[in-house]
């Protein structure tokens, strides 16, 4: 892989994580100055010592001066070997992104915490299957406000009807749950045990 689009994580100013970015990236907004004080960059580099802990914020003019160690990932330049950080920090965007969830199989499940929307019953995975309240046939649309998971058999028993004309009684509110912040989705990387204080996954 060519460094430059090797990853590095994204903190916004109160070190929560955003996401993953390239190196390349990292390196734009470690040089880009501040629209209100361009004496400033849009991001500082986090400076992490050999037992992984963080030292603290690095300023890019700092940051370039500091001697590449064993085992970092370095950029070379005519000049120099310049030090890739893992970790950076935004030094205005204090936001945290956030995602609603797609409507799948998986999210179903923790939405209902694993039970069926009809009776309650702890659902097996394999035995489950999404169900529309409203069928397909009448005009049921595939979202989370018509949707949800049940066992095979009720979705068989079912049918086309509705949930009542089969003595069947949803259980569960439909609907969709709260968006989630965009980190979610981050995975730990054991390259970079320093992430592990931000990346709970």
């Not at 916004?12 to 880009?32: C, D, E, Y």
Request: hydrophobic letters at 35%.
């Amino acid at each position: 892989m060519n460094i430059l689009d090797d990853k590095v994580l994204l903190l916004n100013r109160i070190m929560q994580p955003l996401r993953l970015i390239s190196v390349r990236r990292a390196f734009f907004l470690l040089t880009k100055p501040r629209r209100k004080n361009p004496s400033m960059k849009v991001a500082t580099a986090l400076e992490i010592d050999e037992n992984h802990e963080i030292v603290g914020p690095v300023h890019w003019e700092d940051w370039v001066s500091l001697p590449p160690r064993e085992g970092d990932r370095v950029i070379a330049t005519a000049r120099q070997q310049i030090r890739v950080p893992s970790i950076i920090v935004l030094s205005d965007y204090d936001r945290v992104p956030v995602v609603s969830p797609h409507l799948t199989k998986s999210n179903l499940w923790e939405k209902q915490k694993g039970k069926d929307m009809y009776t309650l019953e702890e659902l097996s995975w394999d035995d489950c299957d999404i169900d529309h309240v409203v069928a397909r046939s009448k005009g049921g649309k595939t979202d989370w406000s018509n949707c949800g998971l049940t066992r095979i058999a009720y979705n068989r028993k079912k049918g086309d009807r509705a949930p009542h004309e089969v003595g069947l009684q949803l259980r569960i509110p439909l609907g969709a749950p709260k968006p989630k912040p965009l980190a979610v989705r981050l995975r730990r990387d054991p390259r970079f045990p320093e992430w592990d204080a931000f990346i709970r996954n």
